[in-house]
Nanobody, 129 residues
């Protein structure tokens, strides 16, 4: 059974940083891409970053591209998302997810939520002074 567990959320002041972690069990992240999503109150879930074990490629949404780094820790079967210079609009619940099993599940084909089949429970991030 696939289980993804996010951690690292919390309250941070504007301009601050957070490091979010996604720990996987039941699957090896050597074979699955991992996407990070966030959902702000009253808004749809938005894909913000993805990393592929196939070629190490990464993908970011424009709003976080210059402020974020997604990386893999193979030894811990974990993916982290470092976010810097946080803004109030970064507030929301952050989720990690892996693509549906099958062909090219090790690639970042899309940052659309429907492309991902297994999800964590989310971690809350609040950016406020």
């Amino acid at each position: 059974q696939v289980q993804l567990v996010e951690s690292g959320g919390g309250l941070v002041q504007p301009g601050g940083s957070l490091k979010l972690s996604c720990a996987a069990s039941g699957i090896s992240l050597d074979y699955y891409a991992v996407g990070w999503f966030r959902q702000a109150p009253g808004k749809e879930r938005e894909g913000i970053a993805c990393i592929s074990p196939y070629d190490g490629s990464t993908d970011y949404v424009d709003s976080v591209r210059d402020r974020s780094t997604i990386s893999r820790d193979n030894g811990k079967n974990t993916v982290t998302l470092q976010m810097n210079n946080l803004r109030s609009e970064d507030t929301g619940v952050y989720y990690c997810a892996t693509p549906h099993s099958g062909y090219m599940s090790d690639r970042c084909i899309s940052l659309q939520a429907f492309s991902f089949g297994s999800w964590g429970q989310g971690t809350q991030v609040n950016v406020s002074s």
